[in-house]
């Protein structure tokens, strides 16, 4: 085995005419087999790995293929033994003619990495075939004059085995005018001469008949035989004697049919039908005959056919001039074959990957053989590709190219080639043949998803029905494929307290949100967390994103009163003089709403009232004024219900019943309302009674004893008149509501009320200013009444 590793540098354009300064990166190697002809499909060749030198299993693990020239493969390689087996039986005088020896040539590819192996396989002849004369009766025109030792050349027999198994000895049937001899050609070829030993005498015997056999060298020999008749004919003098001996000629294989390729010539110096001469086909072989014709008379050779340089490139025949008298002379002609640029070039393609993955640098996308049966520079080829593409073509080894990556490939950036390959020759005119590949580059996993935005902001109403749909999170991937496909994913928040799982799902698919349960504003106003989106590559690749939910209120919430205290106890009464001018403050409703926004911002109205125009309640700060002076007329008891209503949608609202008592300036300690009164008395009755007959005798018992007590009470009245419900000024008891602001109560007015829940009467006092100084607008008789007003009632 002999082992050759020529490098050379590559071009995007090469040719066959610099093959072997272009070997690329690949060994050289050559390895030579011989098989008989005519084995079995599946016949053992060789060990291939033992003679390459490769461990078993390493032909599997290399991708190791036999390639051949055309599409004709003959070898198969078996991988896991490495046996080189014959595809088909072969006929070596089907596959090589009358070439000698017959050798295919076959290159072994070694795809990781890359190698080509020259391989020949000689196919060895095997007496297949036995001799063949071309014409079953042999006529031979002897005249009676001949002396003897004259020499008669015959016909030889057709062998289409070579070598030792081709013709090798003639043999003639015994008679005692002649004896055959064999003789060879200057190429080895053998033909037989028939040696005349004994005048002939045609009176004697006129015609001779012998059997000539042909025998070739194989074991056991086979053979063919020919008859051979010999007329004796009277006296002859002069033979037909050509003017050359050997005629050589040219002649183009595109010649036209019936175009006179020569014309031989020979003359007879005998007159009459002696003189006259006939021109045949002496010597020729069955493809000659096939192509060619003689004319008899005129001896021009003519085609009878088309000529093919690529099938037959010479012929080489003799030429008989036969005259009447039965005498011949013989000449040779020799034809060579011209050929002409009438071949395209041919591409066999013996590798071709429809998909590549992208990142993958030098990868060998086709493996393929050029081949051009002309000759000289109509043989002689150049393969390119187009330009401006990520590809080059590699010469290896024999008109073998590769046709690999000239970088990595990005599929995202092109994910479709069309490469045409193309085959010129060097010929006049130049001829081509083009190839087209469509290769697809496959996808890597190698773009992470991507998320249409870095952060997203949604919000969801509070209340939520369970699995509200409030929002989605998009991904994209330029990878395809799997490598597309996203999973998305809740990442944990970062605040651990927060718990995302019971709030949000997220579809893997779809990346579509949803909360799992109702949301309340006012428990929770905003919150975020983080979504992954995962492809389903190998590796997995994956990105991020934020997502900020605003919990959005709801009006879920009715305004709730401060105040006046509306919780089951004894209402309060406001106490307003009779002399109050309009726009007299009489009271204040504070309430408050735990939503927010317009959902908060709460407006006050007068349901209902006693009297209707008497009062009146501000809207925006919920105080209830007089609206016009206060009469005579008016009544002592009066009942307002106030309502309280949100801005919302739907707007909620809270109602409560402010008490109000009109008073002329003199104290009335016990003043029950008469809704609470006949509420009591229709509860206990017998309470009644004994209150009554209790305060009958208590009466008796107290004149008795203010008789004797007057003036010490009189002392003493006003003292305890004052201190049964007196509060320090400036400050308010810890059951009393002090609050500011907007629907609230603002600083000048704070008021103090004392309530005895569930007593059945309430003790009252006027509403006082906490800030002394700050006196109520009007004249001096006003002001002067009004201090006398409380002097009355027990203020200080």
Same mark, same amino acid.
């Given at each position: ?315 080489r025949m003799e030429i008989e001039a036969s005259d009447g008298g039965g005498l011949s002379g013989k000449c040779t002609v020799a034809i060579e074959v011209t050929d002409v640029n ?81 085959? !010129? &020759?060097? *010929?006049? #005119?130049? %001829?081509?043949? +083009? ?5 697809? =580059?496959? /996808?890597? $996993?190698? @773009? ?7 952060s997203y902001s949604l919000s969801l109403r509070e209340n939520n029905s369970p699995a509200l749909h409030f929002g989605s999170v998009s991904a994209t991937d330029r990878d395809a ?52 989106? !995962? &492809?389903? *590559?190998? #590796?997995? %690749?994956?990105? +991020? ?5 605003? =919990?959005? /209120?709801? $009006?879920? @919430? ?239």
């Open positions: 085995m002999e082992r050759q590793l020529p490098e050379a540098p590559w071009k995007r354009q090469v040719t066959a005419v610099i093959i072997l300064l272009l070997l690329w990166e690949a060994g050289g190697a050559t390895v030579n087999y011989s098989v008989l002809e005519e084995r079995e499909s599946g016949s053992f060749v060789a060990n291939l790995a033992e003679d390459l030198g490769l461990g078993l299993g390493e032909l599997a693990a290399r991708g190791a293929r036999i390639l051949s020239k055309g599409n004709r493969q003959h070898l198969q390689l078996q991988q896991k033994s490495g046996y080189l087996l014959l595809k088909e039986k072969l006929d070596r005088e089907e596959v090589c003619g009358d070439t000698d020896p017959c050798i295919l040539h076959f290159q072994v590819l070694l795809k990781n990495p890359l190698q080509f192996i020259q391989g020949e396989l000689q196919l060895r002849d095997v007496n297949d075939h036995a001799p063949e004369f071309l014409e079953q009766e042999i006529l031979l025109k002897i005249p009676e004059s001949s002396h003897p030792g004259t020499v008669i050349t015959l016909k030889t027999a057709q062998d289409l085995d070579v070598g030792s198994n081709a013709v090798q000895n003639y043999t003639i049937s015994t008679d005692p005018h002649f004896h055959l001899v064999t003789r060879s050609h200057g190429d080895g070829r053998k033909y037989p001469e028939l040696v005349l030993d004994k005048a002939l005498d045609r009176e004697e015997q006129a015609e001779l008949r012998l059997t000539l056999t042909a025998l070739d060298g194989g074991s056991p020999p086979r053979t063919g035989t020919s008859q051979v008749v010999i007329a004796v004919l009277d006296i002859n003098d002069n033979a037909p004697e050509f003017a050359q001996l050997s005629y050589e000629v040219q002649v183009s294989e595109n010649s036209p049919v019936g175009s006179v390729v020569v014309t031989v010539s020979a003359r007879d110096l005998d007159a009459g039908t002696h003189g006259e001469l006939s021109y045949s086909f002496f010597q020729a072989s069955s493809q000659a005959v096939q192509v060619f014709e003689i004319n008899a008379v005129t001896g021009e050779l003519r085609l009878k056919r088309r000529l093919d340089f690529e099938e037959i490139q010479s012929y009438d071949n395209a070039p041919e591409l066999t393609m013996s590798l071709l990957l429809n998909d590549i993955p992208e990142n993958t640098p030098d990868t060998v996308v086709a493996v393929f053989g050029i081949s051009d049966p002309d000759s000289g520079d109509n043989g002689k080829m150049t393969c390119f590709i187009q330009d401006h593409l990520p590809f080059l073509l590699k010469f290896t080894v024999e008109n073998f190219y590769t046709l690999v990556t000239e970088g990595p490939l990005d599929r995202e950036s092109q994910a479709e080639y069309n490469i045409t390959i193309t085959v !010129t &020759d060097m *010929g006049t #005119p130049r %001829l081509k043949t +083009q190839h087209n590949i469509t290769l697809l =580059v496959s /996808d890597v $996993n190698d @773009n992470a998803p991507a998320f249409t935005q870095s494929g799997a490598n597309a496909q996203l999973t998305y994913s809740l990442l944990p928040p970062r605040d651990p307290r927060l718990p995302l799982a019971s709030l949000v799902a997220i579809n893997a698919d779809t990346g579509q949100l949803f909360a799992l349960r109702a949301l309340d504003f006012e428990a929770l106003r905003a919150f975020e967390f983080g979504v992954g989106a !995962t &492809d389903r *590559g190998a #590796p997995a %690749l994956s990105s +991020q994103a934020l997502v900020r939910v605003q =919990v959005l /209120d709801a $009006n879920d @919430n009715a305004p709730s009163v401060l105040y006046p205290p509306h919780n089951g106890s004894a209402p309060c009464t406001e106490l307003v003089p009779r002399a109050a001018e309009p726009g007299y403050l009489v009271s204040k409703v504070v309430a408050v709403d735990a939503d927010s926004g317009q959902n908060a911002w709460l407006s006050f109205q007068l349901l209902r009232a006693t009297e209707p125009g008497l009062f009146g309640v501000w809207a925006h700060n919920g105080e209830v004024r007089t609206a016009r002076p206060l009469g005579e007329r008016d009544a002592a008891r009066h009942r307002l219900v106030v309502l309280v209503r949100d801005h919302g949608e739907p707007a909620l609202s809270a109602s409560v019943t402010l008490h109000v008592l009109l008073v002329d300036g003199f104290s009335q300690p016990y003043l029950p309302l008469p809704e609470a009164a006949a509420e009591q008395a229709r509860a206990d009755p017998l309470t009644v009674y004994l209150v009554v007959a209790l305060a009958a005798v208590s009466s008796l018992f107290l004149f008795s004893v203010l008789a004797l007590v007057a003036v010490r009470l009189c002392r003493r009245s006003r003292a305890a008149w004052a201190g049964g419900c007196s509060v320090p000024e400036g400050h308010l008891p810890g059951h009393l509501v002090d609050v500011s602001g907007i629907g609230t109560l603002s600083q000048s007015y704070q008021y103090e009320v004392c309530l005895s829940g569930g007593s059945g009467s309430n003790e009252f006092k006027f509403l006082k200013p906490i800030i002394p100084n700050l006196l109520p607008q009007g004249t001096n008789e006003e002001i002067e009444a009004n201090v006398t007003f409380q002097n009355n009632f027990g203020f200080n």
